[in-house]
């Protein structure tokens, strides 16, 4: 399988962290659980000049590097990959982020996966002539995953155009009442239950392809006969 996986906030905990900036920054109190909508500008009750320096100081490498990965995702990455899966990593962060995010890969056993950088969300970042290019969110419609897994209700919205596959709302406050219509749905709070999905859904298309191959073989023998 080819697996997406969003970033911030499904491989590491960085609204947690962006809390405890802004109340460092502005004197914004707000918890994690208090972040109920995605728009950063909101969720702390600032403008629009504080958002822009909040942002600046979380895309820094001190900002970045130090955040914990969520638990048990780099078992389940490293699962994935021993297995056989190709994992890529999704990202809404600017491409000039891209040596902090492969030293934070690095740090914690995941430096083999690929990171794709994607303007989700419309902010056009300027690219540097050394880093990846920060692709349009329609570009990545046409990159075929077999599972998506992200947080944000704006991305999962524009993924349901693509063709096929399984969608993972990954559980945060920000996204509790967002109802995705994607076909192939599941909401996972944690990596234990992303796993244990990951697996069933094996399981099915297993049974699948070989209920396939027998209606086959019985369809071939009635013909024989």
């Known amino acids: 399988m080819r697996i997406y996986v969003d970033f911030d906030d499904v491989l590491c905990e960085t609204a947690q962290a962006l809390a405890l900036l802004a109340q460092e920054m502005f004197g914004r109190a707000i918890s994690f659980e208090q972040i109920h909508t995605f728009d950063l500008q909101v969720a702390f009750r600032i403008d629009r000049q504080q958002h822009e ?124 009442t967002y109802v995705c219509q994607a076909p192939r749905v599941t909401r996972c709070r944690g990596w234990r239950e992303v796993m244990s999905d990951i697996e069933r859904g094996q399981g099915q298309g297993t049974r699948e392809k070989g209920q396939g191959k027998r209606a086959k073989v019985r369809g071939t023998e009635r013909t024989a006969d």
């Not at 590097?65 to 638990?71: A, V």
């Not at 897994?149 to 920000?174: E, K, M, N, Y």
């Open 53 to 176: 320096a909040l942002m600046d100081r979380a895309h820094a490498p001190a900002f970045l590097l130090p955040l914990p990965p969520l638990p048990g995702c780099v078992a389940g990455l490293q699962a994935w990959l021993r297995q056989g899966h190709e994992v890529v990593v999704v990202t809404g962060r600017p491409s000039t982020t891209h040596r902090v995010s492969r030293d934070w890969l690095r740090l914690h056993g995941l430096a083999s996966l690929p990171v794709l950088y994607v303007d989700k969300y419309n902010r056009n970042h300027a690219t540097p002539p050394d880093a990846p290019p920060f692709l349009p969110l329609a570009a990545l419609l046409q990159e075929p995953f077999d599972v998506v897994i992200d947080d944000s209700p704006v991305v999962l919205d524009a993924l349901q155009a693509r063709p096929g596959g399984r969608t993972v709302v990954f559980d945060r406050p920000w996204n509790r």
